[in-house]
């Protein structure tokens, strides 16, 4: 079906309008309405609230673009004028229509369902908390498992649930893998420090790194949680009573298929999963090095523009070579005195004192302090600077796979079997240690295991969120 058969022609004018900022803000504000008043939406109530939202924006707003309207509007436009024309320009492009309650003659804005979604996706990008990461691989691995285990009369559904949740984590991946080559493709567009900065912290990190990426490899790894998803689905696709079983549940779904038909749609479905979890493995660790380059380039890319950029290096080194002569008291070449320099430096520079706040900073009595004038820094010669190739080869001395077994057989002790709730996870090293030890669970030359069967909680101490694992020793569980 043609996208403007469900929507009006000149829907999308206004956001590609000069004042498109200011219908920006009249759309968000339509959102906060409709969680707010609901079904109830007093057109008083919006304008309102508009009128709030974008009382000085309006200044910026251009009258003369906006199509038909009246010589008083342009002439003499009023903050109330321009307002009702926002509101005028929502109604004529269709995204609002106004109701009239006859009894009462109260104006009611109405929002169709087509507004609404977009009102939506529009809301998601200004509102960055909005952006959540949804548990697809953990919730998958616990809905199967509670089916296999408590309640197999709901086999069916939590089969069709992994496989939409399945289909949404494919998406994200996908999502995550063009979203970190976007950002490393528009380094070649930024040329200033700060705006590569700004990308990387700004931008990647909390829009795509941290809400996508980090759940990926912590809280919802796919490396973690696809074997017990793989062994799960792989036991109700060979033994032929349990395929039985979830095509009678099945059959009440689609009752004109034979069992033959749905268990081999059963199958299909068995077999989709186990083979996107498998390639989704690999693509993580694709995801990993496109990761690791974009990071590498955009260090790169901030340390070529600051030795690049010659002229405010210049510029700044002329004027303190210039401050360090007159405070010598030397004269310019020309017959220019440096204290004239000076008094221009004063005149167009803004200077403030350093201070600094710490714990006592708001209790009485306040204490003041003065600079104290030391030494220098001694300046290192090259070849004396710390090595950042050093800095790593000491942090893979200190994570080995011989300590990472130390902490974990130090975590047991004399028992069989620990949770991590029981664990002293004391600082960031204990953490990194546990997170290796987890992982290292599947080596076949590790003396323990993690019993998949158990509940996993969420468990939370002071700093950590972790989950709750229960680690075994092997010869315990060969007994």
Not at 147 to 174: C, F, G, I, V
Not at 230 to 238: A, D, E, G, T
């Amino acid at each position: 079906m043609n996208l403007f058969n469900k929507i009006p022609e000149n829907f999308f004018s206004i956001l590609s309008s000069k004042n498109k900022n200011i219908y920006g803000v009249a759309l968000v504000a339509l959102y906060d309405c409709l969680t707010i008043y609901r079904n109830k939406i007093r057109k008083a109530d919006y304008i309102d609230l508009l009128k709030g939202r974008i009382d000085k924006d309006l200044e910026t707003f251009d009258v003369s673009v906006e199509g038909d309207v009246d010589d008083d509007i342009i002439f003499q436009p009023t903050l109330q004028s321009k307002i009702n024309l926002v509101f005028r320009r929502l109604v004529d492009t269709g995204w609002i229509v106004v109701d009239v309650d006859f009894k009462t003659g109260v104006e009611y804005v109405l929002v169709p369902s087509y507004s609404v979604a977009l009102l939506k996706i529009i809301y998601e990008f200004v509102d960055s908390s909005s952006t959540r990461y949804v548990s697809n691989v953990h919730s998958t691995y616990i809905e199967l498992k509670n089916a296999d285990e408590e309640q197999p009369e709901y086999m069916y559904k939590a089969l069709n649930d992994a496989m939409a949740r399945t289909k949404d984590l494919s998406l994200q991946m996908t999502t995550l893998d063009h979203s970190i080559r976007v950002f490393q493709n528009q380094l070649s567009t930024i040329f200033t420090p700060n705006d590569v900065l700004k990308q990387h912290f700004d931008i990647a990190r909390e829009d795509v790194l941290d809400p996508l990426y980090h759940p990926l490899k912590t809280t919802d790894s796919i490396i973690l949680y696809s074997e017990p998803i793989n062994i799960i689905l792989k036991r109700w696709m060979i033994t032929p009573s349990v395929l039985e079983k979830i095509a009678e549940q099945a059959k009440v779904e689609q009752p004109e298929a034979t069992l033959e038909e749905l268990q081999s749609q059963i199958i299909d479905k068995i077999n989709y999963i186990r083979d996107t979890y498998s390639r989704l493995s690999l693509e993580m660790n694709e995801i990993d090095k496109t990761r690791a380059a974009y990071t590498k380039a955009s260090a790169e890319k901030v340390i070529y523009l600051n030795n690049s950029d010659k002229s405010i290096k210049g510029k700044l080194e002329t004027i303190f070579l210039a401050v360090a002569k007159a405070e010598a008291g030397e004269r310019y070449e020309k017959g220019q005195s440096y204290p004239s320099i000076i008094r221009d430096i004063t005149n167009s520079v803004t200077l403030f004192r350093q201070c600094y706040f710490d714990a006592d900073s708001l209790q009485k009595p306040i204490h003041r302090s003065e600079r104290v004038e030391t030494a220098p820094l001694t300046i290192e010669e090259e070849g004396e600077s710390n090595d950042f190739s050093s800095i790593i080869g000491e942090e893979d001395l200190m994570f080995t796979d011989d300590k990472v077994l130390d902490f974990m057989d130090e975590a047991f002790g004399d028992n069989d079997k620990v949770m991590v709730s029981e664990l002293d996870i004391k600082n960031i090293n204990d953490f990194i240690y546990l997170i290796l030890g987890t992982v290292k669970s599947n080596d076949y030359n590790s003396f323990y295991s993690i019993d998949y069967q158990k509940t996993i909680d969420q468990f939370v101490n002071e700093k950590f969120s972790m989950p709750n694992y229960t680690f075994e020793r092997r010869e315990t569980k060969n007994v």
